[in-house]
């Protein structure tokens, strides 16, 4: 069994980490850290996990953390977590960050987008999580930084046209929507249920931060630079996260030349189905599970290449894929955990 | 491994026993029917079931369905199981039937509120499947009526004051509130997106066919006949589903001893869970599980007891229940196939 | 032209006082106080009252505000209204408050629910403004408490009952579903998204502030001590407010009877609708309007009779409702600026 | 005051058509047709519009509603208002067709996407009844094709770039959203509320009706033969329509040039709002009203600039602009019947 343990438990990224770990046949949660429920139980944070939730949530202790656990799971507002998991690393514990804080390779992105880095010496040992794509580094790494959810969706989605010769490199456009739990469990104006529900908005056009991830992403892959648009949307929805992605496809390109390129990418793929052409991908199809949906197009007409991913961004946006890249580093199964169906209707 | 065979597994609640029964450890599907969805795997009717979903829906051939099943789940419009129920049962099936052919002890009840029963002789053997409340009887049973949503939660929230001495057992209301689920697949204007989105309404109003199925569990449970008020509400969520139970306590009872009758008859459930007094229970908190979570509170002004019920309407009120009940009958661990929480938020 | 002032422009209430009285044909808003955006314009605040939208929020400044205007409207929280209506009315002004600090007779009672009041000599010069009931008082009125949205759904669903001899005044429950909006502007977990979306929760048990004002006006219009039970409940919409009240009718009473009776009580009001016996209301058909639609169902089985009551908290239950008192006290047109339907879908 | 006849008054645009009618100061309905609900009132049909709705619903009779009316609104699925138009025009009134059977120039266009047109020597005489820009054509007109809700959006959105030098025509995305309502009345499983509820898909990618229609305003305002995608999206509330468009911007064009040419180009226009740069519309705030609001922005670093377009399907995108139509053609103040703002929260 590994000893796992999660900082920043009772937000809902943390709640979900609870619930795919108590319910993991080769992993016990030995440590909870969280500062606003010092002292409760999860099961009192959390209703639904009652029967499995007597473990008493800590203020963050790292030597007692450190002691008990093999991994720590960060799942902490960027910034919060840099210090933490260099403490972890100097430990000798494997750490997941499910923040932005290594998931990047260069500290002037990083600095730009978010804030001043106090470790920036290991970038170098960071692995970017994903796990579909990084699985051989993510087999050694000490450190991963889990992606973001708008990034898995793009990268997913992209992947397999970066090193074809199927579409332009230029031009493309993510045009992504996503469920209000993606904002997190904070209070605000914009998740306050009379304002967001029944209505559907922009937001962070051209500045949000996973931009700048998913476009060094994307230039690893293809071996270039690359710079693309990205525009969010907040969807009256709880969970789920769908890109529409808009590519420009070289002049005689079939959609089942496309569709072939994608299902051989993936064939190996527990976590992302390539759904037959013609068929798009839904995020209730997806939601409460670990899988990434994604479905092709073409529009002929205008020469476009339209890719469409889909995944619960609380699960392979988050926790689902945190898991996965645990059961990565510690030789388990890769679904071990994650293997089972959502939840419809 | 027990041979399982589901008839109307295309619906909401076939779909729920289809996900359940594809993760049980101790059951395996071995026969689908689908009159709708005939020739097409279950995984193309319900893409989150891509990943188990090989299993091709049949015509309903009794003959075929028996050799290869043991038990069989029928998830149909009322009427439509009693003769399927009755040529199973000829062939040494055994039979859980999740609509309402069986479930009523009187003829004439049935049909009054329903429509002529062919296989009255059947009635005796049958049993009522609310598994906490007639456990033994379920063991040996061959044919279940699996209970109806609205009557599992009145049921379960009622059944430890039946024979206490702590409240009137006239004067009994129950509210209930249930989501959209609760209709079924069946295209409806009530269940019209824009129809049912945003509004609340009361229906059927003192005329609801679960109210002769609550009275008559709740008759036999306290040894006289007995009448409620029974008032269902649709409510504009997808699951999950409420009771708010009003009664008058006799004079100088308190809340105390209400809670420790409660917490005595269902100390060794694992699905009920009674919370600590002034804790309400919510719907969100059962949804996608099999729990029952039941909450008590006291009007000292107007000498009126609340007990709350609620439960997801497609698990504990219908798949689930009908799982335990498998689990029942096949002498499995009664929680087996069921034993996770449910999905937050 | 009507001279209005608001206080408390930038919440729910007040901005759906901001949307009527613009569009009011003879009212005109000289005045609005929001003391956390001061200095924004209302249409910059309120995007959708964009080109109505150029007065300008200002701070409170009782005397500015007092000889701007003829009447204001104070939509406050609980507690802040006490001081500003007072000074308000030496200034010879008419006061319309939107929170609870003028709906009570009773000092010990609003002491008891609510905290210690400082104008408790304003008591008797305040009328409950429930229009239906009390116009006569209204129209010479200075100061309007005006009523809650809970109690607007109550009392006009049993006011013709109360008087009549076919119904016990026992035993009366009021099952009330509330929309979100009803919990107002403030940020708070249990309105945050993901946390009040397909769920289904009641609250305040026993306890809620709106008991003691519901069972002081029963009680006047009955002319004897009246007590009830009230359940409130959370439902997953924006607007919209729905009770189910339960009675014991007395022996031999029929529906068509208590239709009669409803008919005749309301036969003169605009703003209520008494729907035929079967027909019960919908919070869709109300909402976006100042309707009150009351449907009425007989359980004979049980003796029970159900009357439900639906309105837009936001309308009826407050911002429209004080409209109408305006319109009222100023000799007004009962329904002029409220003349019109709601929207649907 | 201009007498009005509906044909389809019971679905939703049908609904909205009257609701807005009956409120308008120079307008009187005077004909309701509806197979459906034949013998009904609207009262009954629409609970809403209770106080509005004596009105009886009848067969189709164009002889009776001819005489009755100066103008009808056919509010009917496509192919099915053809006939019914040439025969009112046939009788001097005339005619505002919310279907697509009148939008198109071509009709090889018409015939492709759609069915055989049984009148295409009308399309000459019949205006695109886009208001704002071919509001002189529709002042003598006889014949108008209401333009679609997908249309509006992005022909609004897109017009005053395409006499613009400052951007490319080329390469144009139009990523769409939109509320259920759009989907109409009529029962589907896509719409039904457990499977459209809490989730999210992309639709007729690459072949919705809509792309032509929009590449025909397209063309004509642009003086070229304009090509764009087109990707609609169904999303889970009820009303509201926003599209995202996409575009090259020319090199060195800032978005404040891009602010200035469209606060210009929509300077007198009542029902257009350009936001401010940096503000992004959203659904809510012109949801329940006639209003299109339009945002803007760029990203430099890929250097695309989004326009943002938000309506209400049913009014802007349907029944509002059809109101909006006949007011242009009957010589009234172009906002008569709709100058109010939508409903929030």
């Not at 010092?38 to 953390?65: M, R, S, Y």
């Not at 990083?110 to 794509?133: D, M």
């Not at 074809?164 to 992504?176: A, F, R, W, Y």
Request: aromatic residues 8%; contains cysteine.
């Amino acid at each position: 069994m590994v000893k796992v343990g999660i900082v920043g438990a009772t937000g809902y990224v943390g709640g979900e980490l609870v619930r795919l770990l108590t319910r993991h046949p080769q992993a016990e949660i030995t440590y909870l850290v969280s500062e606003s429920y010092e002292g409760k139980t999860i099961g009192e944070v959390f209703p639904h996990l009652h029967n499995w939730g007597n473990i008493v949530c800590q203020k963050l202790d790292v030597e007692a953390l450190a002691e008990k656990t093999e991994v720590v799971f960060l799942a902490l507002p960027h910034g919060v977590s840099m210090d933490i998991a260099a403490q972890l690393l100097a430990k000798g514990k494997k750490v997941i960050d499910l923040g932005a804080d290594y998931r990047f390779d260069n500290l002037a992105v990083y600095e730009k987008w978010y804030i001043k880095h106090t470790q920036p010496q290991l970038f170098s040992q960071a692995v970017y999580g994903l796990c579909e794509l990084n699985r051989e580094k993510i087999k050694t790494a000490n450190l991963i930084g889990n992606p973001g959810c708008y990034p898995t969706t793009a990268i997913l989605g992209l992947a397999p046209l970066l090193k074809s010769d199927l579409v332009e490199l230029t031009n493309i456009i993510i045009d992504s929507k996503s469920g209000v739990s993606g904002a997190g469990r904070g209070l605000n104006l914009g998740t306050h249920f009379p304002e967001c529900n029944e209505t559907l908005k922009a937001y962070n056009v051209g500045k949000h931060r996973h931009k700048p991830e998913i476009e060094q992403e994307l230039s690893k892959l293809a071996g270039e630079e690359m710079k693309i648009t990205f525009t969010p949307h907040l969807i009256p929805m709880i969970r789920g996260m769908l890109s529409t992605i808009y590519l420009n496809i070289k002049p005689g390109v079939t959609l089942e030349q496309v569709h072939r390129l994608y299902q051989e990418f993936y064939q190996d793929e527990y976590f992302v189905r390539v759904l037959k052409p013609g068929v798009l991908p839904e995020t209730k199809f997806v939601a409460g599970s670990n899988f990434c949906d994604l479905g092709l197009a073409l529009d002929q007409d205008s020469n476009k290449l339209m890719v469409i991913s889909a995944i619960d961004n609380l699960i392979k946006g988050a926790a689902g894929q945190a898991v996965q890249n645990m059961n990565i580093m510690f030789d388990l199964a890769e679904p071990r955990g994650l293997d089972y169906p959502g939840i419809f209707p």
